[in-house]
């Protein structure tokens, strides 16, 4: 059955969204439906499906299905599009609110400039550093910083974090060099990581600026990667590589990440809205 839908972008990661106050997608494959939906030559295309819910402990809830259908617990530039639409469909008249995600109830603010939506502030809450709780298998409930991991017949030094969902930072000394779709995906399914997880392959440019590329779990090579940059500079700070505060550079566009004193990551960043349509 057909239903209405916006695609938007957050530094090139892109979604298509469905307002399921408007929408019923009640009893559908969800996963089935990502999967063809985000193709990018037999659907509308984009790296994940989000759906716009309501919630019993929230103003609203996401879920984020990525392209190859599976679901994750938290998306940053998601999140921030999914602000965009709540505004721009006037589902509240709060400029923020809250929203029930995988990672908990997590908090967009909008940013107007000249009173337009110029970009979204996101409470994404505390990272998450025990091993077993990112998870990655064998080292309890340590933190993993600048472990062992043996890829493609190559050791490399990995610092993983949860934002919700797992991701494994990898510092190198040219982020454009990195063999990308040879690393990722032995990575992204390596044995110690039991729900996969995502890769981040980071450049520290100087204490405030890292330049990463990603490899998404379930979404492979993207633009850009907002739960991850909140990774990846938890991990430079950690390691003393970057203060808490740091402009993350993205294939896709940059944004501006804070570590702060009540523990929570706070990313600022663009959504913007591409088009909308009706999905057959
Ligand atoms: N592929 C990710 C979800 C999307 C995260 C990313 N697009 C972001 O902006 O945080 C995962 O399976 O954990």
Redesign the pocket.
């Known amino acids: 059955m057909a239903f209405s839908f916006t695609k938007w972008q957050?530094c090139g990661?892109d979604?298509v969204l469905v307002n399921c106050f408007e929408e019923e997608l009640a009893g559908r494959d969800l996963p089935a439906l990502a999967r063809t939906v985000c193709d990018r030559h037999y659907g509308i295309g984009a790296?994940?499906l989000i759906l716009v819910l309501p919630s019993d402990t929230a103003d609203f809830r996401m879920q984020?299905l990525?392209a190859d259908g599976?679901?994750?617990?938290?998306?940053?530039?998601?999140?921030r599009c999914f602000a965009g639409v709540v505004h721009t469909e006037n589902l509240t008249r709060k400029e923020e609110f809250t929203v029930e995600t995988g990672a908990g109830i997590l908090v967009p603010r909008l940013i107007f400039q000249n009173g337009t939506l110029d970009g979204v502030r996101v409470d994404m809450g505390e990272p998450i550093l025990e091993g077993e709780r990112i998870p990655v298998t064998g080292f309890g409930r340590a933190p993993v910083i600048e472990q062992p991991i043996e890829a493609v017949g190559a050791q490399f030094s990995m610092t993983c974090v949860s934002?919700?969902?797992?991701?494994c930072v990898i510092f190198v000394d040219d982020a454009e060099a990195v063999p990308i779709f040879e690393l990722g995906p032995v990575l992204e399914h390596h044995a110690c990581f039991p729900r996969?997880?995502?890769v981040e392959f980071a450049e520290i440019k100087d204490s405030a600026h890292i330049r990463m590329r990603?490899w998404?779990?379930?979404?492979a090579v993207?633009l850009?990667?907002?739960?991850?940059?909140?990774a990846t500079l938890v991990a430079a700070a950690l390691t003393n590589r970057t203060g808490r505060k740091a402009e993350v550079e993205l294939d896709g566009g940059k944004l501006q990440i804070e570590w702060a004193a009540d523990n929570h990551l706070y990313m600022t960043g663009p959504a913007q809205k591409v088009f909308s349509g009706i999905y057959a």
């Open positions: 957050g990661n979604f790296d994940g984020i990525n599976s679901e994750a617990e938290m998306c940053g530039n998601g999140i934002m919700g969902n797992p991701h996969k997880t995502n990603v998404e779990r379930g979404a993207t850009a990667c907002g739960t991850g940059s909140c």
